[in-house]
């Protein structure tokens, strides 16, 4: 006889039960046929022992059809999860109850044999800054939320210690500096007044140099309206600019107006949004630059201006075949102004002069 599951083992217990007593009672019958009483109880001892079988046998039939197969992603038994010591996956309650299997724990990689873990290391003055700064925001909480004299003073003191490595570190970095002349920065940029008003002499030398020597190579498109206050302002400033670096000026009108200055001007028929400029403020400026030639190596030529002094400065190369067209600025600028960012545009790196 096949074993029963765990689960139905109750059914087959009282069945076997009561076919064993119905067994007895036919025993004793028979010794004692006047008893028919005894005989029917034993038959139906029997009846019940057959009921009792076959229920057993169809609820088993049932319950693994319900269980098997098994609903994909389903828990089993064994999987189900413990809770206060009672299983409630572990019973079969049959395919329309499920149980939910936690996600197993990530596996922690252990280090391959003879290789030593890595471990961060924090330099102490890290551990010390991050303490005092928890401290000092500790006690500038406490001071402004309970402002007695003791949380004050202790916020003051916490405070005056980051003023004191604040005046040491500015103290160290100047002896650095002078210490190390490569460190200076104003070698190349002075601050002082006497070596500042030199360097702008200088520099001013250079820049006009430049601009007249470069001045067949580029142009300006001033952006201009009629009904432009500032533009009356700015166009006498930009004649000016011309005049006195050789550099031609072409006036793009937004809406068509001459200018009382340069008298004719182009109206815009589209050109300033094909340049990429969607909203024309005005005035503006930009920079127009002929496009650079080729080597005989494929290379674009350098144009190349030697000052006074015997420095010698390069026109950026135009790497567009139509043109380079920069944006200079917009609104009212002096010719101081103006000059400088032509020369920074065009012959400074960025990052080499400032």
């Known amino acids: 006889m096949p ?15 009561a076919a064993i007593l119905g067994c007895i009672l036919q025993r004793v019958n028979r010794r004692r046929p006047c008893r028919g009483a005894g005989r029917r109880l034993g038959l139906e001892f029997i009846a019940v022992a057959i009921v009792s ?40 309650l049959g395919a329309w109850f499920y149980c939910v299997t936690p996600a197993p724990p990530a596996e922690e990689v ?10 961060v290391v924090v330099p102490p ?9 928890k401290q000092l925001d500790e006690a500038g909480r406490i001071a402004s939320w309970k402002p007695t004299s003791a949380n004050v003073e202790r916020y003051m003191r916490l405070q005056r210690i980051s003023m004191d490595k604040s005046g040491l570190f500015s103290d160290l970095w100047r002896r650095v500096v002078w210490n190390n002349p490569d ?27 430049f601009l007249r020597s470069v001045s067949a190579e580029i142009g300006v498109f001033y952006v201009y309206s009629g009904v432009c206050g500032p533009c009356r302002i700015a166009s006498p400033i930009i004649k000016e600019f011309s005049d006195r670096y050789g550099v031609p000026v072409k006036v793009i009108s937004t809406d068509g107006a001459a200018n009382p200055v340069f008298g004719p001007t182009l109206p815009d028929r589209g050109q300033l949004k094909a340049w990429g400029i969607e909203h024309a403020v005005t005035p503006a400026l930009l920079i127009f630059q002929s496009p650079t030639p080729m080597d005989t190596g ?14 010698t400065m390069q026109l950026r190369p ?37």
């Open 3 to 17: 074993m029963a599951p765990s689960g139905d083992l109750p059914a087959y217990l009282s069945a076997t039960t």
């Open 53 to 92: 079988w076959a229920v057993g046998c169809c609820a088993t039939g049932f319950a693994q059809s319900a269980d098997s197969p098994p609903v994909e992603g389903a828990p089993t038994a064994e999987e189900a999860p413990q809770a206060d010591g009672f299983s409630y996956c572990g019973r079969k």
């Open 110 to 119: 252990a280090p391959k044999p003879g290789e030593q873990p890595t471990k």
């Open 125 to 133: 003055e890290i551990v010390e800054l991050e303490a005092y700064q």
């Open 183 to 209: 460190l200076d920065y104003t070698i190349q940029r002075p601050t002082g007044s006497v070596a500042k008003n030199e360097f702008d002499s200088e520099r001013q030398s250079d820049r006009d140099l």
């Open 298 to 311: 494929g290379h674009y030529a350098k144009r190349t201006v030697a000052t006074v002094e015997g420095r």
């Open 318 to 354: 135009c790497e567009q075949a139509r043109g380079c067209l920069t944006y200079l600025g917009a609104g009212v600028m002096s010719v101081e102004d103006i000059a400088e960012r032509f020369f920074v545009l065009l012959s400074k790196d960025p990052g080499t002069d400032y």
